[in-house]
Each structure stands twice: as structure tokens, then as C-alpha cells.
Nanobody, 125 residues
Framework: QVHLVESGGGLVQAGASLRLSCAAS????????MGWFRQAPGLEREFVASISRSGSSTYYADSVKGRFTISRDNAKNTVYLQMNSLKPEDTAIYYCAARWLDGSDYYLRTKYDYWGQGTQVTVSS
């Protein structure tokens, strides 16, 4: 069992930066591939980024590539999402998720076993 708690969301202007954090409980954090997803009002939850168990591989949605960076600190049981050059279309609830072991289907939300409660990110124009 893994319990995930996100933090770091807020209201910012376009062009600003935010860093989201996701703290995980449990002693096996390094066994989980971690991901960030987001959901805007009226839309389905979509993949944003994911990181392999060791942190050596990262993956991004095209819409955030070059602006967002995912990282993890296995010693602190924490995964981060650094978001730069934010745009109004980045406005959404951002969710942290964990899946047992790595996988090439990292972009599928159905493959993730545990989810956080979400943190709101609002970008004004």
C-alpha cells in the first residue's frame, strides 16, 4: 500500500513557475514508477510526465516537453514536477500516481495503482 500526498499547487500568472511535490509513504518507494497526470474541468485525466524507478528515464507529454521536468528523490520518498513557462492551458488539478515496476505503457492512467488527492494549479493570462 502506498499513500501519496501532493503539494505545491497555486495561482500564478502565465510565464511563471511552480514546483509540485508528491510525498509517498511506505518503504518500497523505489519499486514504483511514478507519474503526474492532470485533469481540467470537463476533460479526461491526461498524462503529463513519468519517471522510472531509478530516475534514469523520464517521459513527457508533447504539450509539456521542454517546460516541465519530473524528478525523484528515493531517499526522501518524493517525486517532483518542476513546471516552467506556465500557460493558461496548464490549468488543472494535478495528480501524482504510482505503479508497481516500470512499464512502456507509462502514459496509461489505468496502469497506475495508487493516486494522490490532487493539487490545483491555476494559470491566469
Amino acid at each position: 500500500q502506498v499513500h501519496l500526498v501532493e503539494s505545491g499547487g497555486g495561482l500564478v500568472q502565465a510565464g511563471a513557475s511552480l514546483r509540485l511535490s508528491c510525498a509517498a509513504s511506505g518503504r518500497t518507494f523505489s519499486s514504483y514508477m511514478m507519474g503526474w497526470f492532470r485533469q481540467a474541468p470537463g476533460l479526461e485525466r491526461e498524462f503529463v510526465a513519468s519517471i522510472s524507478r531509478s530516475g534514469s528515464s523520464t517521459y513527457y507529454a508533447d504539450s509539456v516537453k521542454g517546460r516541465f521536468t519530473i524528478s525523484r528523490d528515493n531517499a526522501k520518498n518524493t517525486v517532483y514536477l518542476q513546471m516552467n513557462s506556465l500557460k493558461p492551458e496548464d490549468t488543472a488539478i494535478y495528480y501524482c500516481a504510482a505503479r508497481w515496476l516500470d512499464g512502456s505503457d507509462y502514459y496509461l492512467r489505468t496502469k497506475y495503482d495508487y493516486w494522490g488527492q490532487g493539487t490545483q494549479v491555476t494559470v491566469s493570462s
